[in-house]
C-alpha cells in the first residue's frame, strides 16, 4: 500500500524557515498582519517567558506545528521579557504592504536584539551603560577585548594578559560577551556565572578576516590610524564584534 503524501509546506511557512536557517540562534517574532507570532519550539519559548497560549496548527506543514503570538502593538510590553529572559530576539518584518501584493509578502529581519544589542529604553535602566564585548583569549601571547556601547557607539579595545582583560570585563559589566565557540571549557563556566554568552564560530576570529572587516568598515588600508596592528589580539577581537553586529543585521551599525 502506498505511504500517504505529507502535506505540503504553505510559502509562508518556507520563507520562515528560510529566514530561521539564516538565524537559528534567535527567536524569531514574525510579523503576520496585526500579529506578532512564533513557531515551532520558538513558540514554546516564547509561550513559556510571556505565560501566551500556545497552540498547534497545521498551519501548512506535514505535522502541527507549535504556535504563539500577540498584537503588533504589545511589541514594547513583551520585547523586554524575551530579552531579559536571555533570549536573542529577531524582528521579523513585512517589508511590503499586503495591500499591493498578490500572494505571499516579502519579509526579513529588520532588528536582532540581545542582552548587549540594543536601543529599546524599555530594557535600558536610566544612565546604564549597554556595552558589547568580544573577548578573543589567545592560546599565546597577550589576550583581546573590544568593547563596544550600542546607544552610544563609543568604542575601546584592550591587550593585556588574562588577569587584567578578566579586570577589565568586571569594570565595563557588558550585557554580552562574544568568544570563539571553541573557547576553554573552565573559562566559559566560569564567565557564564557572571554574564551572558554568545560563541561564534573560530573562523570569525582569524587575523586577516579581521583586517578585512575593519579596513572595508572602516574604509582604510591599515589599521595604524586607531592603534591596532594587523593580527593583534584587539585587532581580532574587534574585527569579530564588527562581524557579529554585521551578521545580525544590527540596524544601527
Known amino acids: 500500500m502506498a505511504k500517504k503524501a505529507g502535506k505540503k509546506q504553505t510559502p509562508m511557512m518556507r520563507q520562515f ?3 530561521k536557517a539564516k538565524h537559528p ?3 524569531l517574532l514574525f510579523r503576520v498582519g496585526d500579529f506578532y507570532e512564533t513557531f515551532g519550539s520558538d513558540a514554546e519559548k516564547a509561550s513559556k517567558t510571556l505565560d501566551i497560549i500556545l497552540t498547534k496548527r497545521s498551519n501548512g506543514s506535514a505535522s502541527e506545528v507549535a504556535l504563539a503570538g500577540f498584537p503588533h502593538h504589545a511589541l514594547q510590553t513583551y520585547l523586554p521579557k524575551l530579552v531579559k529572559a536571555g533570549h536573542r530576539v529577531a ?3 513585512q517589508l511590503e504592504d499586503p495591500k499591493t501584493v498578490k500572494g505571499l509578502v516579502k519579509r526579513g529581519v529588520t532588528d536582532m536584539i540581545t542582552p548587549g544589542m540594543n ?3 524599555d530594557l535600558l535602566s536610566g544612565k546604564e551603560h549597554n556595552y558589547l564585548a568580544a573577548l578573543y583569549p589567545a592560546k599565546k601571547g597577550p589576550w583581546g577585548l573590544a568593547i563596544i556601547e550600542v546607544s552610544t557607539g563609543s568604542f575601546h579595545y584592550a591587550e593585556h594578559n588574562e588577569a587584567e582583560i578578566l ?3 568586571s569594570s565595563y559589566n557588558p550585557k554580552e560577551i562574544i568568544h570563539p565557540r571553541d573557547m576553554e571549557r573552565g573559562l566559559r563556566k566560569k564567565l557564564e556565572e557572571e554574564y551572558y554568552l554568545f560563541g561564534i564560530d573560530a573562523w570569525a576570529w582569524e587575523e586577516t578576516y579581521a583586517f578585512e572587516q575593519l579596513t572595508t568598515h572602516f574604509q582604510t588600508n591599515s589599521l595604524s590610524g586607531f592603534g591596532l596592528e594587523k593580527g593583534s589580539a584587539g585587532a581580532i577581537a574587534a574585527g569579530a564584534v564588527l562581524h557579529h553586529l554585521k ?3 544590527y540596524s544601527s551599525l
Open 25 to 27: 540562534e534567535a527567536l
Open 91 to 93: 524582528i521579523v518584518e
Open 17 to 19: 524557515d528560510e529566514i
Open 167 to 169: 579586570s577589565a570585563l
Open 247 to 249: 551578521r545580525s543585521e
Open 119 to 121: 536601543l529599546n529604553a
